[in-house]
Antibody
Framework: EVQLVESGGGLVQPGRSLRLSCAAS????????MHWVRQAPGKGLEWVSG????????GYADSVKGRFTISRDNAKNSLYLQMNSLRAEDTALYYC????????WGQGTLVTVSS | DVVMTQSPLSLPVTLGQPASISCRSS???????????LNWFQQRPGQSPRRLIY???NRDSGVPDRFSGSGSGTDFTLKISRVEAEDVGVYYC????????FGPGTKVDIK
């Protein structure tokens, strides 16, 4: 059974940093691209970032480019999102999702940016 | 950037009746590899999104056959042949041909 478990969310002040993690199991992690998608409270889905199976191809939404960094550790079956210079508008539930067609999603981890 | 639009944004439906959601993209979603990367997701209240349909018309495992996807180029449709109570939620289309973009979502509820 595919499982994706996000962690690392919390309350953080504007301008500070946070690192999210996604622990994957139930599939061969290094066979698939992985993605982060976020959902602000009461709003729709927004793709944030994606990384290919070997980290050779990485992409970001314009809204986070230059502030967020995606990475993965295939030996640990884990995906990460380093978020710097956080803003109030980054407040959202952050999901990790498997594959280039987002076939499986985790339950999300909540990031709240507020002073 | 590719912009995805959906209509309607709110869809009250009667149990047992059909429902249809339209999704349009600002440019063709036909990839250079010949595939069209248009997916549909369902998000039930309080739950994570779940993929229903991939590459326009391919239903995911476990998805009831009352759900179907169609379309080409820039115009796509998700149809529910007979709405059931468990279908209540928000439905999103998403394109994966030009990076990734979601539509704004269509809220389906029961009249």
């Amino acid at each position: 059974e595919v499982q994706l478990v996000e962690s690392g969310g919390g309350l953080v002040q504007p301008g500070r940093s946070l690192r999210l993690s996604c622990a994957a199991s139930g599939f061969t992690f290094d066979d698939y691209a992985m993605h982060w998608v976020r959902q602000a409270p009461g709003k729709g889905l927004e793709w944030v970032s994606g990384i290919s199976w070997n980290s050779g191809s990485i992409g970001y939404a314009d809204s986070v480019k230059g502030r967020f960094t995606i990475s993965r550790d295939n030996a640990k079956n884990s995906l990460y999102l380093q978020m710097n210079s956080l803003r109030a508008e980054d407040t959202a539930l952050y999901y990790c999702a498997k594959s280039s067609s987002l076939d499986y999603w985790g339950q999300g981890t909540l990031v709240t940016v507020s002073s | 950037d590719v912009v995805m639009t959906q209509s309607p944004l709110s869809l009250p439906v009667t149990l047992g009746q059909p429902a249809s959601i339209s999704c349009r993209s600002s440019q063709s979603l036909v990839h250079s590899d010949g595939n069209t990367y248009l997916n549909w997701f369902q998000q039930r209240p309080g739950q994570s999104p779940r993929r229903l349909i991939y590459k326009v018309s391919n239903r995911d495992s476990g998805v009831p056959d009352r759900f179907s996807g169609s379309g080409s180029g820039t115009d796509f449709t998700l149809k529910i042949s007979r709405v059931e109570a468990e279908d209540v939620g928000v439905y999103y289309c998403m394109q994966g041909t030009h990076t990734f973009t979601f539509g704004p979502g269509t809220k389906v509820d029961i009249k």
